[in-house]
């Protein structure tokens, strides 16, 4: 069973910064890019999954949203992390660990996990 756990999240004053982890299993994690993407409160699913970042299988790979976005992986622990930094309220929202398995670097598709809540809020 493909499983994506979330955890890291919480509540950041704006200017803060938080690390975001995705625990894996049940898959072969080394051979798979990976995603970070949001869902802003108030938006569908179908409407508001916003990507913010990439990695290739190798790690060798990355893109993000912002530059204060940066994503990680360790393949040995089957994990994958997103550091944020420079937190803005426009933020705020429930962030995904997606398994690619469809789409494009900045536009994919795949199992997510239960996400984690971010807010950013003085």
């Known amino acids: 069973e493909v499983q994506l756990v979330e955890s890291g999240g919480g509540l950041v004053q704006p200017g803060g910064s938080l690390t975001l982890t995705c625990a894996t299993s049940g898959f072969r994690f080394s051979t798979y890019s990976m995603a970070w993407v949001r869902q802003a409160p108030g938006k569908g699913l179908e409407k508001g999954l916003e990507?913010?970042?990439?990695?290739?299988?190798?790690?060798g790979l990355t893109y993000s949203l912002e530059d204060r976005f940066a994503i990680s992986r360790d393949n040995a622990k089957n994990t994958v992390y997103l550091q944020m930094s420079d937190l803005k309220p426009d933020d705020t929202a429930v962030y995904y660990c997606?398994?690619?398995?469809?789409?494009?670097?900045?536009?994919?598709?795949?199992?997510r996990g239960q996400g984690t809540q971010v807010t950013v809020s003085s």
């Open positions: 990507w913010v970042s990439f990695i290739s299988s190798d790690g």
């Open positions: 997606m398994r690619i398995t469809g789409g494009t670097a900045r536009d994919p598709s795949g199992p």
